[in-house]
């Protein structure tokens, strides 16, 4: 029973400041890897445990509360509008990326070769002699920047492993779509199997990527110092990577609870939660394929 003069107030946790610790630990050691510094690694590795360790633990409690009956409708709708926000978060998270990359390819590109309509404010004028930038530079994309200062390297096409990869993380937004259904109608033997090939899905996607990764850096000279293209091709997809790891780490948080028997046909916010996550996932894959793959 609930009513509006009752609301649940969970209790202080220390998990979402280790989460966020542990998050800080991660981009510093990437960032020292980049870098070339030593303690990268160990940064990495620890920043990575306590985000493991800070996030089981934070939805262990979570589980516990929701199972104890300690929610009511009112806590549900707060629930909903906290993930809704947190998604618009990440939406504008990757704006910003995809409008560095717009801005990049569309403007910053042709101005640096010259198409500004004339000397003024939006051409290389302020930059450089006008006769070298017309010999040694013209405005193409993908492109290592003036004076070469990425060296060589090779664009990664669409067709191949980005096009299965694709075809992997849309084939998991179905199958964790028919897990849902499963568990509005009550199949707990379907949805068992549905969240497993979701989980599966979402490995394999990061597997592909990891070796696409490799090959790009040791095959086709594409890493984060090859220019402008090789940086917002790392950043957005590794970006996004990043997220899949996280919505994959979720997904087998709830298929656990599955198996605990948790949750209802008409009391599983937590599982459709995971789910707009996922597929938010996915739409943010697809538009990474049409404009940094295919286009």
């Known amino acids: 029973m609930w009513s509006h003069d009752s609301y649940y107030v969970p209790s202080k946790a220390v998990w979402p400041v280790v989460v966020v610790a542990g998050t800080t630990s991660v981009l510093a050691g990437l960032a020292n890897l980049i870098n070339g510094l030593s303690d990268g690694k160990l940064m990495l590795y620890a920043g990575s445990v306590f985000i493991v360790v800070g996030l089981t633990a934070w939805f262990r409690d979570q589980s516990i509360e929701s199972e104890s009956g300690k929610y009511n409708k009112q806590v549900d709708i707060s629930y909903r509008m906290g993930m809704a926000w947190f998604i618009f978060s990440e939406v504008m998270f990757f704006a910003a990326f995809f409008g560095a990359l717009f801005y990049t390819r569309y403007l910053a590109v042709p101005w640096l070769a010259g198409e500004g309509g004339g000397p003024g404010l939006f051409t290389f004028d302020f930059l450089w002699d006008a006769v070298a930038t017309a010999k040694d530079y013209t405005s193409s994309w993908p492109t290592n920047g003036p004076g070469q200062v990425g060296g060589h390297f090779e664009k990664m096409e669409a067709l191949g492993l980005p096009l299965a990869n694709t075809i992997i993380l849309l084939t998991s937004g179905y199958t964790i779509t028919m897990a849902h259904h499963a568990l509005i109608d009550d199949r707990r033997k379907q949805l068992k199997l549905w969240m497993i090939a979701t989980i599966s899905l979402g490995i394999l996607f990061l597997i592909c990527q990891g070796y696409e990764y490799h090959h790009a850096y040791t095959e086709m000279g594409l890493t984060l110092g090859a220019g402008i293209y090789g940086s917002t091709f790392f950043m957005l997809t590794g970006f996004h990577g990043l997220h899949v790891t996280l919505g994959t780490f979720m997904l087998c948080m709830?298929?656990?609870?599955?198996?605990?028997?948790?949750?209802?046909?008409?009391?599983?916010?937590?599982?459709?939660?995971?789910?707009?996550?996922?597929?938010?996932?996915?739409?943010?894959?697809?538009?990474?394929?049409v404009i940094v793959y295919w286009m």
């Open 254 to 289: 709830i298929l656990l609870r599955i198996y605990r028997g948790h949750f209802s046909p008409d009391n599983h916010f937590a599982f459709e939660g995971v789910a707009w996550y996922w597929h938010f996932v996915d739409v943010v894959w697809l538009l990474l394929f």
